[in-house]
């Protein structure tokens, strides 16, 4: 549900409003975290400021209030709003849990997206036209991205309803996108290695890592890191 509310001054000067109720808590999270480059506590439980925009989330909400034009006044307006707002919303949401399966190591901790549509996943890091990865409403997704000194690479997790659906996706994956791996690993045209890896009902794929190596300390992380 979406409620939305602008205030007006004069004929130039506005600040809407836009408070979604995402229905639980772990999409209100998800839809923070696409469009965030950094992240403070100051509102919520995740909260952003940049030129005129301040987003946040708490429990199953997300809120979004802009200003234009942004002026140091409606900035202090705004942050005022902000607060009424997260105080009004008294419940404290989870996060999604599959977020806590991500290795903190060399991670770029504003990277983190999570997701269960293959719409988001090609808006952040293309793979196929088709949904090779089998990913729906049912699957927990996040990907998340590393810097390292030679360069950066993407940690893709997805966690699925059951073993069965998480053995296709991976089947699926390594025909479509992976056809010549060795071993669930490969290196691609432009130097770089990408490789999947399965345990139980969760998948997870490494794109663009600089070295095999790389790559494979991240799958072994995940073979022996998450239970």
Not at 3 to 9: C, D, G, I, T
Not at 55 to 74: A, G, Q
Not at 141 to 157: E, I, K, P, Q, W
Request: with cysteine.
């Amino acid at each position: 549900e979406l409620l939305a509310v602008k205030y007006e001054k004069g004929e130039d000067e506005e600040i809407v409003i836009d408070f979604f109720d995402m229905g639980n808590s772990f999409d209100a999270f998800g839809v923070f975290s696409h469009g965030r480059e950094e992240e403070n506590e100051d509102l919520g439980q995740g909260a952003e400021y940049n030129s005129g925009l301040l987003t946040f989330w708490k429990d199953r909400c997300y809120v979004s209030i802009l200003s234009y034009p942004e002026s140091e006044e409606k900035k202090q307006v705004i942050m005022k709003l902000g607060q009424i707002l997260a105080d009004a919303i008294e419940g404290v949401g989870e996060t999604p849990p599959i977020v806590s399966n991500v290795p903190r190591d060399n991670l770029i901790p504003e990277s983190i997206r999570y997701f269960h549509h293959p719409v988001v996943l090609n808006s952040l890091y293309y793979v196929a036209d088709e949904n090779i990865l089998h990913i729906d409403h049912e699957v927990q997704a996040v990907l998340a991205t590393y810097r390292v000194d030679d360069g950066s690479f993407y940690l893709l997790l997805c966690e699925y309803p059951d073993e069965q659906r998480a053995q296709s996706a991976h089947e699926s994956f390594l025909t479509h996108y992976l056809p010549d791996a060795e071993e669930g690993v490969v290196k691609l045209p432009d130097g770089e290695w990408t490789g999947c890896r399965r345990k139980g009902n969760l998948l997870a794929v490494v794109f663009g890592s600089p070295s095999r190596e790389l790559l494979e300390a991240y799958l072994r992380f995940f073979g022996t890191g998450i239970s």
